[in-house]
Structure formats: C-alpha cells, structure tokens
C-alpha cells in the first residue's frame, strides 16, 4: 500500500464527492506533461503551449493533441501537415505560460518568450532548443469532435535528453516537467510511486 500524506489522505477520508459540471472531465484528467507544439507554413514558424495531449497508438506510433480552431497554430498545422510536440522543464514556466495566453498572429513568440528554434531531425517545422525531448509528427488526421478539433500525429522522428530520458522520465524525488493544474496554476511531481502487487498462490512469476 502507498504511502498517503497531506490533503489527499484527508479528501481520502473524508471521501465525500460531488456532481459537477461534465466539462470538469477534462480538468480531472488535465495533469499530463505540458507541451510546446511548434508549426510552420511557409517558412512562418509559431509556438503554443498545450495540455491536451495524449499517446493514441503505439503501432504505428500516434499521438494527439487537441486544438481550439481559433488558434493560430491549428491554421499552420492544418496547411503545413507538421508539427512537434516540445517537452518543455520547470526552468521554461514563464515561456510556456506566456506561450499560451499570445497569439502567434500578434507577436513572434520565438522572441517574446526568449526561445531558439533549431532543426528537427526529419520535418521542416522547428524544435524548441531550450526544451528536453522532441515529438516530430506529420499530420494523420484531423477529427471534429467539440469545440477543439483533435489532430492525430504519426511519428516520424523522436529526441530527449539522455540523462533526464532513458526508456522513461527518470523521475527521483521529483520532476523537472510541467504539469498544467488550471489558469496559471501549474505543479511538478512530486515524488514516484511503484505499484507491488502481491503474488497470488500459483501464479507464475
Ligand atoms: C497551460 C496551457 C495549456 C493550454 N492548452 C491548450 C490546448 O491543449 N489546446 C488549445 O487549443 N489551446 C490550449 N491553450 C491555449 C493556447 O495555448 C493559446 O490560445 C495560445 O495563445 C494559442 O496560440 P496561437 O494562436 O499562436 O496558436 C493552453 C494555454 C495554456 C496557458
């Protein structure tokens, strides 16, 4: 059994829980890694900060990311069938959130959030210099489903860093990357947890 600490052994305990608005679904789910998606069409290059992103398959490789249509960067990677999902640390907090609450249409976020673009292994789109790992994707599909559309990404191309990504986030006592809460709220973890189960009687090891 992990072990339970703070505010959630309390909510645990006290364990009274509410109807809300469905639309929280998506907050519920929110805390993933936050990332800079990077797009260009026309050698016009743009940066936006998202927290809608997931793995969709891994054969073939897809992820998605959820895209309002009012956003400069769904033009750019609707017309420009790229883009690369940038992982971005703690130390880039200030560049990400300004990163998305600006519009590319408005200001080079390039140079307003203090970020380099360097070449991407295989795509003419952009990667994040600053950032750790690199998601180069050239557009699958794009589906309607609500009021963001959900552009799916077939994986052409992926980089991190060596020391903080081996096969996985090498997480210690805490994480260097973002996790997006709500507004201007954002957390890191904190700490990992393993899952041991107990063997049953018989069961093969
Ligand atoms: C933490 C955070 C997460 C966001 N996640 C998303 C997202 O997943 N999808 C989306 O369409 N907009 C998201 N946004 C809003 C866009 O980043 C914002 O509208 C940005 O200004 C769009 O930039 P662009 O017009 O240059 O593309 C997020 C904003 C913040 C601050």
Avoid at 63 to 72: D, K, L, M, N, Y
Avoid at 105 to 112: A, E, H, N, T
Wanted: net charge negative.
């Amino acid at each position: 059994m992990a072990e339970r600490a703070g505010i959630w052994e309390q909510g645990a305990e006290m364990a009274s829980k509410s109807p809300r608005d469905p639309r929280q679904a998506a907050r519920l789910l929110e805390p993933g890694p936050v990332v800079l998606v990077t797009a260009q069409f026309r050698s016009q290059p743009n940066v936006m900060t998202a927290a809608w992103v997931m793995p969709l398959s891994l054969d073939p490789p897809r992820v998605g990311v959820a895209i309002h249509p009012s956003r400069f960067t769904h033009e750019l990677v609707t017309r420009g069938e790229l883009f690369v999902l940038n992982l971005p640390t703690l130390d880039l907090l200030e560049a990400v959130h300004r990163c998305g609450i600006v519009s590319g249409r408005d200001v080079d976020k390039f140079v307003q959030a203090g970020l380099h673009p360097a070449d991407a292994l295989e795509i003419d789109v952009p990667i994040i210099e600053e950032c750790v790992a690199h998601i180069e994707c050239g557009l699958a599909e794009r589906l309607s489903l609500g009021d963001h559309d959900l552009f799916v990404g077939d994986v052409l191309a992926v980089s991190a860093d060596d020391e903080l990504f081996t096969d996985r986030w090498q997480i210690a006592d805490d994480s260097p990357l973002i996790h997006h809460v709500a507004l201007d709220l954002y957390a890191g973890l904190s700490r990992p947890y393993t899952a041991r189960l107990e063997r049953e009687e018989g069961e093969e090891s």
